[in-house]
């Protein structure tokens, strides 16, 4: 069955520091990738996605993910993370077979000031 | 333009109640889904309804139900609660909710507790 796994369930990092959210996904037919963000007290919203195309993939606020398809990967990066960057993070998947959304379990990021 | 509003955003249950809950979507967005989201499992998709049929659908019980009307609101019902049912409910929507367009707008959930 298809599955998205997210390595990190809980990263506390400092300001300024570079970030890397691990995301790798088990179905190997073409899929569409997916990060979404849950800021405390917000709904989720989208960062980035990736469905065809360059494999590294710009989004909001200074973050990017790489697509590297040999190792069903699509990690989430930053190189110099903000407080306000606090929040939970999902990477998601939709395979073009079901059109189903899976997504991880979530990574919760906390930045100390 | 408004976002999905999801009601009610906060409800109490007890076991054997039913529930229901209901989203508007952004306006012209015609796909619905429902996620449950609880700290354990994260995300997990419920159904998706598309122009009032179900598309597509999650791995949950008959409990859960759903609909979507013609102007594409949605409700999804959980009957017979269950203690493990406590969760926050998501409701998504997106113009075609086809692989190829991707994009979900989230509302920001009616948060369930069932005692």
């Known amino acids: 069955a298809q599955s998205v796994s997210q390595h990190n369930h809980h990263v506390i990092l400092s300001e300024a520091a570079s970030l890397e959210l691990g995301c790798n996904y088990s179905?190997?037919?073409?899929?569409?990738l997916f990060w979404y963000v849950q800021y405390p007290g917000q709904h989720l919203q989208l960062l980035l996605k990736y469905f065809s195309g360059d494999p590294l993939v710009k989004g909001i606020k200074g973050f990017e993910a790489e697509f590297i398809k040999s190792k069903f990967s699509f990690n989430l990066r930053k190189p110099s993370v903000q407080w306000s960057d606090t929040a939970e993070y999902f990477c998601a998947v939709i395979s073009n077979r079901d059109d189903k959304i899976i997504f991880g379990k979530g990574t919760r990021l906390h930045i100390l000031p | 333009k408004a976002g999905v509003t999801q009601t009610p955003r906060y409800l109490i249950k007890t076991r054997g109640q039913q529930v229901t809950l209901s989203c508007s979507p952004i306006s012209g967005h015609r796909s619905v889904s429902w996620y449950q989201q609880t700290p354990g499992q994260g995300l997990q998709f419920l159904f998706e309804?598309?122009?009032?049929?179900?598309?597509n659908k999650g791995n949950f019980p008959g409990r859960f139900s759903g609909r979507q009307f013609s102007n594409s609101r949605s409700e999804m019902n959980v009957s017979t609660l269950e203690l493990g049912d406590s969760a926050l409910y998501l409701c998504?929507?997106?113009?075609?909710?086809?692989?190829?367009?991707?994009?979900?707008?989230f509302g920001e959930g009616s948060r369930l507790t069932v005692l």
């Open positions: 998504a929507s997106s113009w075609s909710g086809r692989a190829d367009t991707g994009e979900l707008f």
């Open positions: 309804y598309f122009s009032e049929t179900q598309r």
């Open positions: 179905y190997g037919g073409t899929v569409n």
